[in-house]
């Protein structure tokens, strides 16, 4: 059987080969320990973790001294948010963040208020953007921390960044920003703290990296992982040489390629909402087209349940919702934070188009969807009503 098309890359993109070459000499002769100073194996791997550490704050518009390698962005976002109540706790103990946030960073907050740190969960309009007079009206003397990723990893919406980086800056709060999915497509805004991951730029999994800014005065994080205080003193730990170097091409090739990439990739999603819609009737889009990652298309078709519907597209590869709660079978957190009805929340479909689609993709993809689509509703696998 040949292999599915693949329009999941929200959840994870294919490693481009020009950084799987980049990272090969490090997985060989070139073994060393970046942390070994002593002698040129360590040199070898500490000049190319430096100049991975470049790739990436360029890809930022940072400094290299303000790039944090991690695992990932989970890791990041766990660094960031139990740093920065940490490092600021006598200042406060008030965090804020949005309902539509990964798992990555509601979870780490639900941790915090078991440990005493309260939180408010902010509510966004029902096309996925955040209010900002919400947000207003939520910070408290006593917030340390507002947590806003910058697109959504479900319905792709982009929020207003720089905005509410000016908010916090005026109150005085601590900024952070899951940028995972925003990171190599829109520009990443004014955040304090950003977390960003490899593998959603076509790089290797399992390394990524919190971009501390600078700022007057030096902002304060607290390290979560203690022994050796490598990375600035911020997270110890031996790097992982040849992912670092991956994600570093990764970031220089996103740099290359970003603005013709991102008209490419969203040419593609039109396409793809065209068909489906001159196809299809009772379907829906969730969120803002408006303000949108150019890869993604959330779309719920109502009378067909999604799992149903995966089971009908053995050949096309697409989700029902993110990848890091695909084993749950409640509703998509996201689409139910938006005020939608189980009926449309358990009828949505996530397509992640990306750098290796071609317009034959995107049209097998839409014509087996529409065959699915129909399929499931001629037989009554209709989504459960809420």
């Known amino acids: 059987m040949p292999k599915p098309v693949y329009l999941d890359n929200q959840a994870t993109t294919a490693l481009d080969p020009r950084a799987l070459e980049a990272m090969l000499p490090y997985f060989g002769e070139q073994f060393g320990n970046a942390a070994s100073r002593s002698h040129a194996y360590g040199w070898e791997a500490e ?13 930022a518009r940072v400094t290299p001294r303000e790039v944090i390698f991690t ?20 200042a406060g103990d008030h965090v804020i963040t949005v309902a539509t946030e990964h798992k990555a960073v509601l979870d780490p907050v639900k941790r915090l208020e078991r440990a005493g740190i309260r939180a408010s969960i902010v509510m966004p309009r029902t ?10 009206e939520a910070i408290r003397p006593e917030t340390v921390l507002v947590s806003v990723m910058a697109a959504n990893n479900e319905i792709g919406v982009i929020q207003p960044v720089e905005e509410i980086a000016a908010l916090c800056r005026e109150r005085r709060v601590v900024f952070h920003c899951d940028a995972a999915q925003g990171f190599g497509k829109i520009p990443l805004g004014g955040a304090d703290l950003i977390s960003v991951s490899g593998h959603k730029i076509y790089g290797p999994k399992g390394v990524g990296a919190l971009i501390v800014r600078k700022r007057s005065p030096r902002l304060q994080l607290a390290a979560q992982m203690d022994g050796g ?3 600035f003193g911020l997270r110890s730990g031996t790097l992982n040489v040849p992912a670092i170097v991956g994600f570093g091409e990764a ?20 396409r793809l909402k065209s068909k489906l819609e001159n196809g299809l009737e009772n379907i829906l889009v969730n969120g803002s087209l408006e303000r949108r990652l150019p890869g993604n298309l959330n779309v719920s078709f109502l009378g067909a349940d999604s799992d149903a519907l995966l089971i009908a597209l053995p050949d096309v590869a697409v989700s029902n919702g993110s990848a890091c709660t695909s084993a749950t079978v409640e509703p998509s957190h996201v689409l139910k934070a938006l005020g939608f009805d189980d009926a449309r929340a358990r009828s949505a479909l996530r397509f992640g188009i990306g750098r290796f689609n071609t317009e034959a993709d995107i049209d097998y993809a839409a014509s087996r969807v529409i065959e699915a689509v129909r399929k499931v509703r001629s037989v009554g696998f209709g989504a459960a009503k809420g």
């Open 47 to 59: 000049k190319a973790v430096d100049r991975a550490r470049r790739q990436v704050a360029d890809l």
């Open 127 to 136: 096309d996925g953007l955040l209010d900002l007079d919400g947000l207003r």
């Open 251 to 270: 970031c220089a090739i996103c740099g290359e390629v970003m603005e013709s990439e991102v008209l490419r990739v969203a040419a593609l999603r039109d």
């Open 229 to 231: 205080g490598h990375e």
């Open 71 to 90: 695992s990932g962005a989970t890791e990041s976002n766990n660094l960031a948010i139990k740093g920065a109540l940490e490092a600021y706790r006598a």
